[in-house]
DNA sequence: ACTCAAAATGACACCGGTGTCAATAAGGCA
DNA sequence: TGCCTTATTGACACCGGTGTCATTTTGAGT
């Protein structure tokens, strides 16, 4: 027979039974129910929830089969007040487009799932004076295991600096790295306007122009910049003319959209930063009697739903919010593993969706001319 | 000179001082230090920030002026481990609709915003057999507060019941009353329905189809019986060839929708029970080469985002999301009071918002025949 | 001044875990 | 076999609040 401790052996089988027994009321179980059936130290179970390496194997298998038959569980609240830190996770965001809000918030629970972390969301107002010391309060207060930044809060360096005081865990979404890498998932916005871009290009289109973001988000650059640099490839540039200032919202692509008509001589495609202000521009052009994509192909950015919504169907690009989600939970776990094994993968491409609000431009007759780059 | 207490009164002002200048590691206050300040208990003070009556109140006073100065804040771990209750409200749901889950979340944000509490997501599976074990666990071990429920897992009366057996307290928001009316919000989604076929038939048209939503869920029905009430009124009914099963997507909505134009005699409105369906109708008579509402007029329900990206805008009913968040937020905090002043609203009625998606029919002229009822 | 109920406050254990550090057991080696 | 290092475990205080119940004050009534 295997030795399993020093001390007499006992049976553990017999203590969930015994629990089942006296337990008749239905009491939780507390910590001090399972080292008291399983004739050890409260210690010594604290330590096998904690997967410190510091128990006996038998040990370790005996209490947790222990604690799977009575169903006992750890109690959040009194493991956060010993430890100084809770089982929360906080997402601090400010953009409140509900799309991506919503999609990672699912890929961070799809992570915390069964791992005995919440989530708790934090929206907050860059333009309040307050919103730093309000997020310094939430996570002190709340004594947060770690926080996900969405962008553009996720920009906002002062707000990382108080996150790092606070020796909180943190993981930073957004389109460039402003942190380390291990800190930071990036979505590679550069890399997918520049698929935009070809894809226009491709089409034969020469005009084109540009509805950019709100200038204070990175995600606005980024897409700018990548999408100017795939047309480059392929010998086009922006006029200044053609690109015109938006700020995210489908008002703004409405408003630039019939502004674009104007717009002589007229491109026959127009990138909008993202599918809001796509969805804007391709208002506009039903305002005033046109049929998409045939004087104007329109590309927007994000894939939300959207995009499928409107007609016709937005050829856009893809950014995996969901996954996204999933990442930065993943890595958030991570936050302290100084191992070179750690860090997981942390970018995200995003990748074109053709649909159809993207065709060959009018002005050529029957095939575009791919001149490769 | 007033009198304070009957001991020596206590400068708290100059507490305050001695604790910045005692101070100067920065370490949080507890609620040790302010007694110890306040030279009284710590229970005394633990009943001053409960709003306990059983304290003096010029020591209340004090006391509170005291954790102003100083910044105390009592920690939520601590609270929720003595009183089994934590700091947290939890919002269960099933409906992804991001729209929904987004401005819900919103509105109890709203509530929540400086009360200390903290919102916790909750996404859950109504057809994984676990679902209810989950939930339970999840308040069980967190100690909610409370939760409140969102459609459609606010319709099932098994998880209801769990939770009341938990003892937490709860708000189902629904499109009716399932509980006692304190426990619900109810959106008065037949109200709303009613409006919309009231729009139709003033506008004269007398083939009107609708789409059903998903059948377990009970704002289905409501819809669609207001609907049709709403129609009655003006003598006229939906035959069944004319109503078609949807089941909220767009995606079924796009499907129906070339199913509504194989209709003979063909309609010429058709309320969709969502607006995702709606926005499907609309593009399969895009797709059709139809330019709606030219031959059929569409009425949405919801009025989220998508129902003025689509083109034409439309016409639809609004569930004022955000709102009925904080309603629902209101109510929760009000669970335990019994007294005939607490309840207040629990009620919305959504509004139809008459866009460009309906018409009067083409087979009539000039003007509608307004019979009102 | 004395009595007594009501008002205000405090003492102390306890909530259910973890941190620290000491104590004990086991295995390797001379 | 005895000594020493390593592996395991436990004792106990403590995290920062709240619940219970006793104790002290206070103010009205006589």
Redesign the pocket.
Same mark, same amino acid.
């Given at each position: 027979m295997a030795r399993t401790?020093? #001390?007499a052996a006992v049976d553990f089988k017999a203590a969930a039974r015994e629990w089942a027994e006296n337990n008749k009321d239905g009491r939780?179980p507390?910590?001090?129910d399972v /080292?008291e059936l399983a004739?050890?130290? #409260?210690?010594?179970?604290?330590?096998v929830?904690?997967n410190s390496?510091?128990?006996?194997? /038998?040990?370790?298998k005996g209490i947790q089969g222990l604690i799977r038959d009575i169903g006992?569980?750890?109690?959040p609240? /009194?493991?956060g007040?010993?430890?100084?830190r809770s089982y929360l996770v906080g997402m601090i965001y400010d953009n409140p487009t509900p799309q991506y809000v919503v999609n990672i918030q699912l890929g961070i629970l799809d992570v915390l799932r069964n791992t005995g972390f919440e989530l708790v969301v934090h929206p907050c107002d860059r333009k309040s004076d307050t919103f730093i010391e309000d997020a310094r309060r939430f996570i002190e207060v709340q004594k947060l295991f770690g926080v996900i930044l969405t962008p553009s809060v996720s920009e906002d360096e002062r707000l990382a600096e108080v996150i790092r005081e606070l020796g909180c865990a943190y993981i930073r979404i957004a389109s460039v790295a402003l942190d380390m890498e291990r800190r930071m998932i990036v979505t590679n916005d550069r890399a997918g306007s520049r698929e935009a871009a070809r894809h226009l290009a491709k089409q034969g289109h020469k005009r084109i122009a540009v509805i950019a973001g709100r200038r204070s988000f990175r995600s606005a650059h980024e897409r700018r910049a990548g999408f100017e640099e795939g047309l480059a490839e392929y010998g086009i540039s922006v006029p200044p003319e053609y690109v015109l200032q938006g700020d995210y919202t489908f008002e703004s692509g409405l408003a630039l959209g019939s502004a674009i008509l104007d717009l002589d001589p007229a491109p026959t495609a127009v990138f909008a930063s993202n599918d809001e202000m796509a969805a804007g521009v391709m208002q506009a052009l039903h305002v005033a009697g046109q049929t998409p994509p045939d004087s104007l192909s329109i590309v927007g950015f994000d894939d939300f739903e959207t995009a499928t919504r409107v007609w016709p169907r937005l050829t856009t690009v893809r950014t995996p919010a969901r996954e996204i989600g999933m990442l930065a939970a993943e890595r958030l776990f991570e936050f302290d593993d100084d191992s070179p094994a750690a860090g997981g993968r942390n970018q995200t491409t995003p990748r074109l969706i053709e649909r159809d609000s993207t065709r060959i431009p009018s002005d050529l007759q029957s095939r575009p001319e791919p001149e490769s780059p």
């Open positions: 401790s020093r #001390k939780k507390t910590i001090k /080292a004739r050890v130290s #409260k210690k010594t179970v604290s330590r929830i904690n390496p510091l128990v006996n194997d /038998a040990t370790r006992y569980q750890p109690d609240l /009194a493991r007040l010993a430890s100084r």
